[in-house]
């Protein structure tokens, strides 16, 4: 039986369990740097985003220096990754055209002093297209209806999302979502929004509809390079949407 997972709160900002702080790579020995590397394409394009940490997912945020660098080729183009900085987290990515079913990435991260290279793949899995609901259509919330999609992947689950934007009864707004992982990758998954236990909390002002957007996820694991640190992980997904759902009470 699939389980889904809910997340549902006032619209605030959540604070990040990552840490803050950032520690020059030239400090940093390659076994105790810990890698995430994640290829996502909406059919369009692919963004990779790579965090490098201290000794874990939560430790401090790897600035590259000293010659350090992360590459990534894809269909014979390389590009460096550059460094991205937000008031959470530090992470570096790059933007490839290469979104097709299969396609393999490489990732490098070069060390300059001690002359290493580490090598990670990925495989994006097999693309696919969302074709019904479609965007800005309207559901009342009781309404069942079918997510379907063309582009089935044999014998493979795909996961199951929705979040949505309300209007408050205070006249804030309140948002909420869930997912559901490993259904069956048949082209067909039926729904109805009432089963959301987030749409139906008192805090919504049910005289406006909410905004809804649907995601399906495909994802594949790759291969790690065996010099980061236990636990470091790359991985590729195709992801689709449909977005300006509205849901009526």
């Avoid at 992947?153 to 309140?174: E, L, Q, R, V």
């Avoid at 008192?202 to 065996?226: A, F, W």
Wanted: glycine fraction near 6%; hydrophobic fraction near 35%; charged fraction near 25%.
């Amino acid at each position: 039986m699939n389980k889904w997972v809910l997340v549902a709160a006032p619209a605030l900002s959540l604070l990040s369990g990552c840490s803050t702080e950032t520690t020059d790579s030239k400090n940093v020995a390659t076994e105790a740097i810990w890698g995430e590397f994640k290829v996502t394409s909406d059919g369009n394009r692919a963004r990779l985003v790579a965090e490098l940490n201290v000794d874990g997912s939560n430790g401090n945020n790897l600035k590259l220096t000293d010659g350090d660098k992360l590459y990534a080729t894809a269909s014979g183009v390389t590009k460096e990754l550059v460094e991205d900085i937000d008031f959470f987290d530090v992470d570096y990515q790059a933007y490839f055209d290469e979104t097709k079913s299969n396609a393999s990435y490489s990732i490098v991260f070069e060390r300059q002093k001690s002359a290493q290279k580490l090598i990670s793949t990925v495989q994006l899995p097999e693309s696919f297209t969302i074709f019904a609901p479609q965007k800005s259509q309207s559901f009342n919330l009781k309404d069942s209806l079918f997510i379907s999609w063309q582009g089935l992947s044999s014998g493979k689950s795909i996961d199951f999302s929705y979040s949505a934007s309300c209007s408050a009864k205070d006249g804030g707004s309140y948002s909420t979502s869930a997912s559901v992982s490993a259904i069956v990758d048949n082209g067909n998954y039926q729904f109805s929004f009432d089963q959301f236990e987030g749409l139906k909390d008192e805090q919504i002002n049910r005289g406006k509809p909410c905004e809804v957007t649907l995601s399906l996820r495909r994802r594949n694991e790759g291969i790690i390079d065996s010099k980061y640190k236990s636990g470091s992980r790359v991985s590729a997904e195709q992801v689709r949407t449909v977005e300006n759902i509205k849901v009526y009470f």
